[in-house]
């Protein structure tokens, strides 16, 4: 069975729906950022998340992700942040990052253990062995 197509699951979960989703966790996680957990003492300067690349993120983590008991540190965030961005990239070239990956699954209801010093960390999440295609980049033809 392949993965769906990114237009075909996109209706699942509006940009709004995700911004609703995504504002308590934000709140209440404020050391995320769209690069991951920041560890610096001064205050982050950056981007602010993309909705719509969360949203990406939030299907593939739906897609491939399952629950699972214990932390994985299989499942760590900047790993799983390719796989999606390369699944994203091959379904309708959208790039996802660290920190958008992160909130994607806590969004999807997976907790999550930081990675000491570091933006990083592991989920409560078996992956899917299907995700491993996406391991590379699709090759341009």
Same mark, same amino acid.
């Given at each position: 069975? @392949? *993965?769906? %197509?990114? @237009?075909? *699951? !996109?209706?699942?979960? #509006?940009?709004?729906?995700?911004? %609703?989703?995504?504002?308590?966790? $934000? #709140?209440?996680?404020? +050391?995320? &950022? !769209?690069?991951?957990?920041?560890?610096?003492?001064?205050? /982050? !300067?950056?981007?602010?998340?993309?909705?719509?690349?969360? %949203?990406?993120?939030?299907?593939?983590?739906?897609?491939?992700?399952?629950?699972?008991?214990?932390?994985? @540190? =299989?499942?760590?965030? /900047?790993?799983? =942040?390719h796989?999606?961005?390369?699944?994203? $990239?091959?379904?309708?070239?959208?790039? !996802? @990052?660290?920190?958008?990956?992160?909130?994607?699954?806590?969004?999807?209801? /997976?907790?999550?253990?930081?990675?000491?010093? &570091?933006?990083?960390? &592991?989920f409560?999440?078996?992956?899917? *062995? =299907?995700?491993? +295609?996406y391991?590379?980049?699709?090759?341009?033809?």
């Open positions: 069975m @392949s *993965a769906p %197509r990114f @237009s075909d *699951a !996109v209706a699942q979960m #509006s940009v709004d729906e995700v911004r %609703r989703a995504a504002a308590p966790i $934000r #709140s209440a996680n404020p +050391r995320l &950022t !769209v690069d991951g957990w920041h560890i610096e003492r001064a205050p /982050y !300067v950056g981007r602010d998340f993309d909705m719509e690349q969360v %949203r990406a993120a939030v299907l593939f983590v739906r897609t491939f992700g399952r629950p699972r008991r214990y932390f994985n @540190s =299989k499942a760590g965030s /900047y790993t799983l =942040k796989y999606a961005e390369n699944w994203a $990239r091959a379904c309708a070239d959208i790039d !996802v @990052s660290n920190g958008e990956l992160i909130l994607a699954a806590l969004i999807c209801g /997976y907790r999550h253990r930081q990675v000491p010093r &570091t933006p990083n960390c &592991t409560d999440m078996t992956v899917d *062995a =299907k995700m491993r +295609r391991e590379q980049p699709a090759r341009s033809q």
